[in-house]
């Protein structure tokens, strides 16, 4: 029973509730000696002190973990992810902050980004239908948005996945954050990191990076970082197109 009053005062947060008040132990046990009957020789406050210091030690270290990376920037990032556990505890978390920081959990921002895809798929069947040499959903999306001639897009009109699989690596430093044989969940991965850590994006993709960040409703400086701004030619692209992304 002793040890079930103690876990409670911590699952209840009471001592982050009531902060520095006095008396705050000797509060909470007399609340549940007029509650319950407790005996005055059940529960001690220095005892209940004492368990709450080991509680918030022993939990101290997992919690900060994970706001810590938040801030990483990217030397740490890369050293951050030479550890296989972290890499995985963090691939695992960054679904969670995305939802909620933006509303959205892992179904329907996939759901909402597969829209996109979908959208310029549907775009550059009917635009090839008139050319004499096909264009594909990567090279119209990126042509929509201004980046026509972006690092990203081969000579071939076709995005290259060995090309993309570097600029990945450069957002994560040296470090191999994931492999990925499809570029759009590469890309993906690529958003949930941005968008979930003060990372920003290079300046030369700054433009797709705002584009994603309108589609799900988020501010410049949640998705892009506090020095960048949504660029003109993707709020452009945007506003002529989110009524298929909705």
């Given at each position: 029973?002793?040890?079930?009053?103690?876990?409670?005062?911590?699952?209840?947060?009471?001592?982050?509730?009531?902060?520095?008040?006095?008396?705050?132990?000797?509060?909470?046990?007399?609340?549940?000696?007029?509650?319950?009957?407790?005996?005055?020789?059940?529960?001690?406050?220095?005892?209940?002190?004492?368990?709450?210091?080991?509680?918030?030690?022993?939990?101290?270290?997992?919690?900060?973990?994970?706001?810590?990376?938040?801030?990483?920037?990217?030397?740490?990032?890369?050293?951050?992810?030479?550890?296989?556990?972290?890499?995985?505890?963090?691939?695992?978390l960054v679904y969670k902050?995305?939802?909620?920081?933006?509303?959205f959990n892992e179904t329907?921002?996939?759901?909402?980004?597969?829209?996109?895809?979908?959208?310029?798929?549907?775009?550059?069947?009917?635009?090839?239908?008139?050319?004499?040499?096909?264009?594909?959903?990567?090279?119209?999306?990126?042509?929509?948005?201004?980046?026509?001639?972006?690092?990203?897009?081969?000579?071939?009109?076709?995005?290259?996945?060995?090309?993309?699989?570097?600029?990945?690596?450069?957002?994560?430093?040296?470090?191999?954050?994931g492999e990925y044989d499809?570029?759009?969940?590469?890309?993906?991965?690529?958003?949930?990191?941005?968008?979930?850590?003060?990372?920003?994006?290079?300046?030369?993709?700054?433009?797709?990076?705002?584009?994603?960040?309108?589609?799900?409703?988020?501010?410049?400086?949640?998705?892009?970082?506090?020095?960048?701004?949504?660029?003109?030619?993707?709020?452009?692209?945007?506003?002529?197109?989110?009524?298929?992304?909705?």
């Amino acid at each position: 029973m002793k040890n079930i009053c103690y876990e409670l005062y911590q699952k209840l947060k009471v001592d982050e509730i009531l902060v520095e008040k006095k008396g705050k132990y000797i509060t909470y046990i007399n609340v549940l000696k007029k509650l319950f009957g407790i005996g005055d020789d059940l529960l001690d406050s220095d005892k209940l002190r004492s368990n709450t210091r080991s509680y918030k030690s022993n939990h101290k270290n997992s919690d900060d973990d994970k706001d810590e990376w938040e801030k990483y920037n990217l030397s740490q990032f890369s050293e951050y992810f030479r550890n296989e556990g972290k890499l995985q505890d963090f691939k695992n978390l960054v679904y969670k902050k995305f939802e909620n920081k933006y509303g959205f959990n892992e179904t329907e921002l996939r759901n909402k980004y597969e829209k996109i895809w979908s959208f310029y798929d549907q775009l550059a069947q009917e635009e090839s239908e008139n050319k004499l040499f096909s264009e594909d959903k990567y090279s119209i999306f990126l042509e929509d948005i201004g980046q026509k001639n972006d690092a990203i897009k081969s000579s071939s009109s076709k995005v290259s996945v060995k090309k993309c699989g570097r600029i990945f690596q450069i957002l994560v430093g040296n470090t191999v954050y994931g492999e990925y044989d499809d570029f759009e969940e590469m890309l993906l991965q690529a958003i949930l990191l941005i968008s979930c850590t003060f990372l920003e994006p290079p300046n030369y993709l700054s433009k797709m990076f705002s584009f994603f960040g309108l589609v799900f409703g988020a501010s410049e400086s949640e998705f892009l970082g506090s020095k960048l701004r949504y660029h003109i030619s993707a709020k452009m692209a945007y506003e002529k197109r989110k009524e298929f992304f909705v």
